[in-house]
């Protein structure tokens, strides 16, 4: 691999320069949160910071991100916001270093564009577990492929980092090991540009981040258990689709379910069955009444109809690829549940989250998915071409390398999100600023080698 030596960032810069965009980035990628005067709330942030306090395990909720919550209350989960930005300039700057391209004005230029573009600083000001799905993606990359180029410092940082973001979410770490699959499968063909010994750190990392799931939630709730939900989600998604309904049609005759009953009263869409005051789930008790159940009829339902499953899976995935807009379920009405959650438990902040400008109802995303569907769609089409043209033209270099990340992980994210949890924007946009970023690093190579070349000449 090339040496990058040569471009360590802040080399022959003004150090006064260096410090200052080292100190506007971080209040560049948080501007959304500093504009609304707290921290930017999710309906499911809730969730997630009640497991502190409630001591159980809930569905899809992992107990490590609420831990990370709780620990940032001190600070009104300023603290939370200040380490998703460190960690976001750090991942970006050793990104762009890894390639050769470490400038501060570069740095601070691409996140620039980033955040007028993208649903970057949106994540990065959120108490949610997106923003690290993205940025977990760029430290495997970096880890597994450019280890010889980092310190051990870093590798040490970056596998810390995966094991963490990994624990956060079930779909980031399916994403993740989807990724060191795919470089063991890939390893024989690439002429030694995968080793194996960064393979086995990027699978290790994971598999910390598995224990430390396990170890947060056996702390909590004294059980030795994986967070619960897969079964129960997929049981969902199948609702919205149709093919629960027809599995208790066909079997209601014959078996006992507590949904027989209400089998022609369902709601349409899975949001509905699981999250409304006035749905069927409620009156049977939730995940706690029918957990057991949905992950039966999910099972059978899976054995019993393979060509609609599989059907379904195709066009939840295409259309999961589509769905990008930012800011799902942060309008005010969304935010229900979250709110009754600091009404219970963290009381004393109630005065700064009603100050919010998001309670107050002035935070709309429609403006921004002008701008950010469009540069979203166009990134994403843009990286696929540039692959299949790296990949006809039999170019595998580093840039292509980063390509078939992207591209592998947003299809990965299609597939895990669109299949088990049906189509959502929030699942898309908190991955898809990696295509932008990619492009942006391809532009910048490109006219790295147009000013070499003339150069030479």
């Not at 380490?83 to 300039?89: E, G, S, V, Y």
């Not at 690439?190 to 393979?199: D, E, S, Y």
């Not at 030795?224 to 079997?251: C, K, Q």
Request: charged share 15%.
């Amino acid at each position: 691999m090339a040496d990058s030596t040569n471009t360590l960032p802040g080399r022959a810069s003004n150090p006064f320069v260096v410090w200052a965009i080292a100190a506007a980035i971080p209040l560049m990628l948080l501007a959304p949160a500093i504009w609304n005067r707290y921290p930017l709330l999710q309906s499911d942030t809730g969730g997630y910071l009640a497991r502190w306090y409630e001591g159980y395990l809930v569905p899809s909720r992992s107990t490590v991100f609420g831990l990370y919550l709780h620990y940032g209350e001190h600070s009104a989960f300023w603290l939370n916001l200040a380490i998703q930005a460190l960690a976001t300039m750090w991942i970006l700057q050793l990104t762009l270093r890894v390639f050769g391209l470490a400038r501060p004005w570069r740095l601070f230029s691409l996140c620039l564009v980033l955040t007028l573009t993208t649903a970057l600083p949106w994540l990065a000001s959120m108490l949610l577990t997106d923003i690290f799905a993205g940025l977990s993606v760029l430290a495997l990359f970096l880890l597994v492929l450019f280890d010889e180029r980092i310190s051990t410092g870093e590798r040490v940082a970056l596998f810390v980092f995966i094991a963490f973001a990994a624990a956060t979410h079930s779909a980031t770490m399916a994403i993740l090991l989807g990724l060191c699959l795919v470089g063991w499968i890939a390893r024989p063909f690439l002429r030694g540009r995968i080793n194996a010994a960064p393979l086995v750190q990027g699978m290790l990392s994971i598999a910390a981040g598995a224990i430390m799931l396990l170890a947060a939630n056996f702390a909590l709730s004294g059980h030795l258990a994986w967070t619960p939900g897969g079964f129960s989600i997929a049981f969902a998604r199948m609702l919205e689709d149709g093919i629960v309904t027809r599995y208790l049609n066909d079997h209601c005759p014959t078996q006992q379910f507590k949904l027989c009953p209400y089998r022609n009263e369902l709601p349409e869409t899975a949001d509905d069955f699981l999250w409304s005051r006035e749905s069927v789930f409620n009156q049977l008790g939730r995940f706690k009444g029918m957990s057991d159940e949905m992950g039966y009829i999910a099972a059978h339902a899976l054995i019993e109809y393979p060509l609609w499953q599989a059907k379904d899976a195709l066009i939840n995935s295409s259309e999961q690829m589509l769905k990008v807009a930012s800011g799902e379920n942060t309008d005010h009405p969304s935010l229900m549940h979250t709110y009754g959650i600091f009404r219970e438990f963290v009381q004393h902040q109630l005065n700064l989250v009603d100050a919010a400008r998001q309670q107050k109802g002035h935070l709309t995303f429609g403006p921004l998915n002008l701008i950010h569907v469009p540069v979203a769609l166009f990134s994403t089409a843009l990286v696929f071409a540039l692959l299949i043209g790296a990949i006809i033209r039999r170019r595998m270099d580093d840039l292509t390398l980063l390509l078939a990340t992207v591209c592998l992980a947003m299809l990965g994210n299609a597939v895990i999100c669109g299949v088990i949890s049906g189509p959502h924007d929030r699942y898309g946009s908190r991955l898809v600023w990696i295509t932008t970023l990619a492009l942006m690093i391809a532009a910048m190579k490109r006219r790295e080698g147009a000013i070499d070349r003339s150069r030479a000449a």
